[in-house]
């Protein structure tokens, strides 16, 4: 059966509540969830960075591998042309010979020369990845302060807050789609998270904005949904002011 105006109103300022709750809850907790998860992606970029220099550092060590192996196939060489010089049957095979043997010493010294440079750039990158490390380590201890705080603070209102949100799918369930997604809309664009508010004390009791009587008849009668028509939110009735009592003058006694 379709619920009426009224009905539909009660919810939406039901669900406001619960709501209203929940953002108080989440407040307590400040800035920490924000805090707690810059420090997990920091963390993460650092140990991003910690896993390029170990591969940086694996690539040098197999280029000097490689320097080493040509070094080993140039002595190699060296050795062979040495043994052919012995043998020349002229000069100009010997000059050939020479020649080889000049190149594959100039292979030699290249070789050492890269090796060196590479040995030069692991100790830096070494160096830099132990400085890394240390402070991949003093963040990882602070998340774990942030952490042990946030998690003190969310096991406060933990079972508070799993009844306010079984609570708040039960009331969900009472309100249509559409008027869901109004509600949730009209909530992400407020500051304070008020989509459903009170007239009170002649106004708005989300923008403070003044509510004219006629308007304030229209929201008391429920027999439509009013929005306000400076914040958008929705009325879901008007606070009734409680009037403080008038103490009666005393009469003056008048002498005759």
């Known amino acids: 059966?379709?619920?009426?105006?009224?009905?539909?109103?009660?919810?939406?300022?039901?669900?406001?509540?619960?709501?209203?709750?929940?953002?108080?809850?989440?407040?307590?907790?400040?800035?920490?969830?924000?805090?707690?998860?810059?420090?997990?992606?920091?963390?993460?970029?650092?140990e991003t960075r910690v896993e390029k220099f170990n591969s940086d550092i694996l690539s040098l060590d197999d280029e000097i591998k490689k320097h080493k192996e040509n070094i080993k196939e140039s002595e190699k060489l060296i050795k062979k042309y040495q043994e052919q010089q012995m043998n020349v049957r002229n000069n100009r095979e010997y000059d050939a010979i020479t020649k080889e043997?000049?190149?594959?010493?100039?292979?030699?010294?290249?070789?050492?020369?890269?090796?060196?440079?590479?040995?030069?750039?692991?100790?830096?990158?070494?160096?830099?990845?132990?400085?890394?490390?240390?402070?991949?380590?003093?963040?990882?201890?602070?998340?774990?302060?942030?952490?042990?705080?946030?998690?003190?603070?969310?096991?406060?209102?933990?079972?508070?807050e799993a009844k306010l949100n079984a609570d708040r799918e039960k009331a969900m369930k009472k309100i249509e789609d559409r008027l869901a997604k109004s509600y949730s809309k009209i909530r992400v664009n407020a500051k304070n998270g008020l989509a459903v508010v009170l007239v009170k004390r002649g106004a708005c009791g989300g923008c403070f904005n003044v509510v004219p009587p006629q308007r304030q008849a229209d929201i008391r009668e429920k027999k439509k949904l009013i929005v306000c028509e400076h914040c958008g939110r929705i009325f879901s009735g008007v606070e009734d002011e409680i009037e403080e009592e008038v103490a009666p003058k005393k009469k003056r006694s008048t002498k005759a």
Do not use: C, F, W
């Not at 919810?11 to 709501?19: P, Y």
């Not at 060196?116 to 990845?129: C, M, S, V, Y």
């Open 1 to 46: 059966m379709e619920s009426t105006v009224a009905q539909r109103l009660e919810a939406l300022h039901n669900l406001q509540k619960i709501d209203s709750r929940l953002d108080s809850i989440v407040k307590v907790r400040g800035a920490l969830p924000e805090e707690v998860q810059d420090l997990e992606d920091e963390i993460a970029g650092y």
């Open 101 to 160: 043997l000049e190149l594959q010493d100039l292979e030699i010294q290249v070789s050492k020369k890269k090796i060196g440079e590479a040995q030069t750039r692991i100790e830096t990158k070494n160096r830099d990845l132990d400085e890394l490390k240390d402070v991949v380590k003093d963040r990882k201890k602070d998340l774990e302060n942030k952490q042990g705080e946030l998690q003190n603070i969310v096991a406060e209102s933990e079972a508070e």
